[in-house]
């Protein structure tokens, strides 16, 4: 018996060793990783560059505390200002934690502003994190259910629908921050059009909101801009990063700018772990290798090859719903229920994933090439044939 709490339903593979986009099982098998660790392994696996800066680093130090001044941490603090236009960055070690420093701080700023229950605009099918004032912000019952009660101080409209914010707008005076995803990852892969986040940014502006992107998922590169949001050519007040940063070390980041820069003051807010010189070093590295090798206008080209080249083999296919995606964060809609293709996939040597029930999510590391594009598109086509005709 496993003495590991039932948290997961795992699939009955392990993995020994990864190269690049491609992962090795512990028999040996070969399987193409168009997953990333959930958009993690932004570097795919093993690469060089991180090895090697990885390995230097956990020789040197790995954690000293934030009692003391990490070099890492101001170096890497000053790539994502750079690189956001934002002023202040926060480390924590997920997207949760990052997620949770921009609800306590857009929760501070309402207080601020004399807002005694200050309250956040979230979305339906959101997804936040799992701890409890996460999990309160998700738009997800199946994430909710039994961890009643939630966090309040939510106030919940549908995506990608301005009149609903507006009318919130016009009745709830508590309002201090909108939340949001640019680009749903577990809710499905759902696009926020550029018109309704720039009239976001407008209203924001009008009532002196902030603006808050999480960008946990389609952030660092993967959709061929450094976040989702730049897409809309908006900035933003608050921007959460985790997943790709450290393209597998564990880092989160909350990073605020505008209205929402000076918010924190000491003995706000605080994380042990909280970038420490080995996460930092990962961010660091993460970020030079996409820069050097230029891999967001790579994931640019190749998220469109593979939609492409599934529009193609897939295109008027009854049951395909929808082919959709920006850069490497790509869904493919049925028009049924699909978990099951997972472990099809994984029998076929290929490492996908179903979201929200009905989309194949498709998540593969920046550095995918051309030659695995063609692999995934003619390894994946005849499992959705097969199981759409089944
Ligand atoms: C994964 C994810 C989170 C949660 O990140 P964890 O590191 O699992 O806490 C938050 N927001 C978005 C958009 C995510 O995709």
Redesign the pocket.
Known sequence: MSHMMDTYNRLPVAFSHGEGAWLFDTEGKRYLDALAG??VNTLGHAHPRMVQALSHQAGRLIHTSNLYRVPQQEALSDKLAEISGLDEVFFCN????A?EAAIKLARLYGHGRAIDLPAIVVMEKA????TLA?LSATGSRKVQAGFEPLVRGFARVPYNDIAAVEQLAAHNKNVVAVML?SIQ??GGINIADHDYLRALRRLCDERDWLLIL?A???GMGRTGKWFGHLHAGIQVDVL?L??GLGSGVPI?ACLAGGRAAGTFKPGNHGSTFGGNPFACTAGLTTIRAIEDDDLMNHAARTGEAIRKGFRESLGGTAGVADIRGVGLMIGIELDRPCGDLVRHALEAGLLINVTNDKVIRLLPPLIFSDQQVRLLVDGLTPLIVRFLAA
């Open positions: 959930i958009a997920s997207g949760c934690e997620n997804f936040h994190g799992r996460t995803e990852g577990e999480d946990v998922q389609c959460t985790a997943k989160g």
